[in-house]
């Protein structure tokens, strides 16, 4: 296939997908007969690869839309569940993946379908086991929040059809045993490996290179590991495929110039090629098949394909094979950060070497490269990540030799160790890890280093002057002019949000179904109300939705949080709040017991940032109020004592955020202009919530619920008054 033939399959697979994203039911049937009279007009066939891609996208989509439980769904059902993937282990708590059959036919929508499920207190899981359970079931979580609307597409990227948790029950059995299988070899792999590396986090990391499982990596190493820019090695990428196959063909050319029968039957480089992509092939299986290792396993085909045929073999007709390869693998791989970023840099690799006949050499040409590629992936790791690893040109001229030429041979030669010589194999660990020592105080200096990551919120116009830029800097012209390309990125500097008056309040109601988190932000502050966390979240929500959110906004430093009840998972939040940025005081309520880093909310107690009121209305719950050119912002927490409060000394609001256990509760009775339920849709569904919010609605004031709204943004200032906004697409 054509490079042109590939961009315009490429093409088709992106319009199904925001074709599906903007709910245009049936939209692909019309291009079925189009599509079949293209390929009968060689000219046309690019046409008819956009079609294609289209309809080959299409069928998935609604076949995901069919399966998936509806947001108002929120039912338990005795379902057959068959473990997938690795589980993981958190304190007492089972997370894992499973495919599920209803026990009955009828309570789920399909026959079939894919969950994420919590089993607290669970007992010891293994891959690929069988279970009867009870789960509690609702639909994947699809929230909509500034700095992260990747999020909202994970679901549908990991065709998950459904969340929930097992429910405590005589009804949960055992049914088979786990079955021989690719799961089950690398859970046995992940579980030596651990046993025999008493650091933990060495462990994580060497357990990522051997199989590809991550889950085991912790929130520091992922910080330090983004900051230095080497999480493309962390994961098992096509650098590490590629480098395996060519020692595994170098040991096969070497064993065949050892055995004459072998010689009299296949030619060496045939046998040497066969047997690299074969053993290639099983270390990507190995390693979890993700979208790098197939694509450098399909170019790598194509290109020894080519050769042994006799063809030409430029290097665009490798790349385009590996392109149409990866979409016909997974026509929804495109939604994946790791789609671009592989195919980018191998792209930007291409051209410099069309480009620049004469290549520098020795660490010139490293440094170049390095560059090169950084250059080529700003503009998707700035959407992506929301910032760029300045320290990542250095740190990868030295990460990149270590992990692919020393510690991922040494762990797959452990790993090759553990069936044939266990003590080697636990040496070859212990040395792996011992490496792993060495190394990482050296990366932990560069990533907390002030210009290791440059955090930037570029408004979306930036995009395409970034990408007229990259194509200057790439161009064979002289260093000085290349380097004009640079003035591109200084409006990334800016915040796309812009800066806030004083006098001015800005307040973001996060949308994180269970929990509750409100950003307030003023001209030179910033505060955060409750992080969010819940039972058994144990810090991720802090991590994957409100540090992106503060690194959306700009926010350097959190001058309070404010936590209504501080629990194990709530201070999980804190912590991984505090390892992103600085947090300079902490602030709680109920229990009675704090930890010395915390102080107790006060009833009464009040303090202005730049022209903005802000007083706890009642210390137990650290309800507060939040004052500004007359207007009146109220949190009410989530504790029962604000509820005691007699009603005569309830505070009137421009706006009130509630939390679900306190939509009947709140004894004010003037209705406020606004009412904002943190909540996800089923909860809003149910009928105790329908019923409160409709006599909320009867009583003048317009509601808004998280769940299905999304993220809620309120601006107050003088003249502007109050104002609304919605992160939810309709």
Known sequence: ?????????????????????????????????????????????????????????????????????????????????????LPARRGADAFF???????????????????????????????????QLLAALHAPPGSANPGSAALALQPLRMRLHAAGQVVASALNQPLAPSPPGLDVLRERIALAIAARIA???????????????????SVEQWRVFNAVGITHLVAISGLHVTLFCLVVAWLAGQLW?????????????????????????????????????????????????????????????????????????????????GFWLSFLAVGALLVQGALSPQPAEGWRALLHTQGWVMAALAPVTVAVFGSISVAGIGVNLLAIPVFSLLLVPLILAATLALALWPAFATLLFKLAALVIGVGWPWLHVAADSPLALW????????????????????????PWMRCTALLALLPAAYPASGRIARGTLTATVFDIGRGEAVLLHTAGHALLFDDGEAWGSGGGIAASVLVPALRYYNVHALDAVILPRLDADRGAGVLALAAALPVRTLLAGAPAELPPEFARCRTGAGWRWDGVGFEVLDGASCTLRVS???????????????????????????????????????????????????????????????????????????????????????????GAGARLSLWRRP
């Open 628 to 718: 500004v050119a007359g207007l009146t912002l109220v949190l009410a927490g989530t504790a029962a004592a604000a509820a005691a409060r007699a009603p005569d000394t309830a505070p009137a609001a421009t706006a009130l955020v509630l939390a679900p256990a306190r939509l009947r509760t709140w004894p004010g009775t003037a209705a406020p202009h606004w009412l904002i339920l943190s909540a996800g849709a089923r909860v809003a569904d149910g009928a105790n919530a329908a019923a409160a919010l409709q006599t909320w609605r009867a009583s003048g004031a317009q509601t808004f619920v998280t769940g299905v709204d999304g993220a809620l943004e309120l601006r107050f200032g003088p």
């Open 455 to 478: 955090r930037v919120s570029p408004p979306p116009w930036w995009y395409a002057i970034a990408a007229i830029a990259l194509a200057v800097a790439l161009l064979p012209w002289r």
């Open 97 to 131: 993946t499973a495919r599920l059959r209803p026990s009955r036919r009828g309570d789920l929508p399909a026959d079939q379908l894919r969950a994420v499920l919590r089993w607290p207190d669970a007992p010891r899981l293994r891959a690929g086991e069988r279970w």
């Open 199 to 217: 650091d933990r986090d060495a462990a994580a990391l060497v357990i990522a290179l051997a199989i590809g499982d991550t889950q085991r990596v």
């Open 257 to 337: 110039d050892r055995m004459c029968w072998l010689q009299a039957r296949v030619p060496r480089h045939t046998c040497a090629t066969l047997v690299g992509l074969a053993a290639s092939f099983g270390y990507a299986l190995l390693a979890g098949w993700s979208v790098p290792t197939q694509r450098t396993l399909l170019m790598l085909a194509t290109w020894h394909g080519l050769r042994w045929a006799a063809r030409p073999r430029p290097a665009a007709r490798t790349l385009a094979a590996g392109l149409v390869g990866v979409l016909l693998l997974d026509p929804l791989a495109p939604l994946a950060a």
């Open 1 to 85: 296939m054509t490079g042109a033939s590939a961009l315009a399959l490429l093409a088709g697979t992106l319009a199904a997908l925001g074709a599906h994203a903007q709910g245009l039911p049936g939209a692909g049937g019309w291009l079925i007969a189009p599509g079949l009279l293209c390929v009968l007009l060689p000219r046309l066939r690019p046409l008819a690869a956009l079609c294609a891609g289209f309809l080959w996208a299409w069928w998935p989509l609604q076949q995901y839309d069919h399966a998936r439980l509806s947001a108002a769904f929120d039912e338990r059902v005795l379902v057959t569940a068959q473990i997938e993937g």
